[in-house]
T-cell receptor
Framework: SQKIEQNSEALNIQEGKTATLTCNYT??????LQWYRQDPGRGPVFLLL?????KEKRKERLKVTFDTTLKQSLFHITASQPADSATYLC???????????FGKGTKLSVKP | DGGITQSPKYLFRKEGQNVTLSCEQN?????MYWYRQDPGQGLRLIYY???????QKGDIAEGYSVSREKKESFPLTVTSAQKNPTAFYLC???????????FGPGTRLTVL
């Protein structure tokens, strides 16, 4: 069955630095991959979607890469701010049923 | 103002009681989903519905039931058969199969 792993449970960085979060998957070739942000006690909020034929996608300070050979996606936040502190979830498409398979998330803390 | 609403935000029930969580959307989305989130865990799919009057079991459907009588509404009942119901429950919707999902604010259920 499909397996998705976000390598770090927690990541602590200094304000202004670039945060890089990793999402790896096995036993599957997803058509697309998504990233969500979740604040404590709230529902996830969609950030970016990248398709299998796209190598990279950007949105303001966010950048996502998708390497189907390595079966890995990297999520970057440049010039990080304390307001970026949250848990970030990656999700793969679940195939023909249209569902998403979520990773456990990485909790990012940006220190001033 | 379009979106997804879940009520109540906090819910307390005694062990052995059934409880129904509400989820309403005014986004005109066809697909709706219910997830469960436990501390340190990713989102796990309970049930999903791609169209009115039809729904399918997700990965952890045992002890739960749903209905989809209206496009806007997808209530989840946590039955007494669910062995460990205390969790954070999230409802989501999407325009169709796949693609980004829009999440509600969640309901935190505590069974005493």
């Amino acid at each position: 069955s499909q397996k998705i792993e976000q390598n770090s449970e927690a990541l602590n960085i200094q304000e202004g630095k670039t945060a890089t979060l990793t999402c790896n998957y096995t036993n599957y070739s997803p058509a697309y991959l998504q990233w969500y942000r979740q604040d404590p006690g709230r529902g996830p909020v969609f950030l970016l979607l990248i398709r299998e034929n796209e190598k990279e996608k950007r949105k303001e300070r966010l950048k996502v890469t998708f390497d189907t050979t390595l079966k890995q996606s990297l999520f970057h936040i440049t010039a990080s701010q304390p307001a970026d502190s949250a848990t970030y979830l990656c999700a793969l498409d679940g195939g023909s049923q249209g569902n998403l398979i979520f990773g456990k998330g990485t909790k990012l803390s940006v220190k001033p | 103002d379009g979106g997804i609403t879940q009520s109540p935000k906090y819910l307390f029930r005694k062990e052995g009681q059934n409880v129904t969580l509400s989820c309403e959307q005014n986004l005109n989305h066809d697909a709706m989903y219910w997830y469960r989130q436990d501390p340190g865990q990713g989102l796990r799919l309970i049930y999903y519905s791609q169209i009115v009057n039809d729904f399918q079991k997700g990965d952890i459907a045992e002890g739960y039931s749903v209905s989809r009588e209206k496009k806007e509404s997808f209530p989840l009942t946590v039955t007494s058969a669910q062995k460990n119901p205390t969790a954070f429950y999230l409802c989501a919707s999407s325009p169709g199969q796949g693609g980004r999902q829009f999440f509600g604010p969640g309901t935190r259920l505590t069974v005493l």
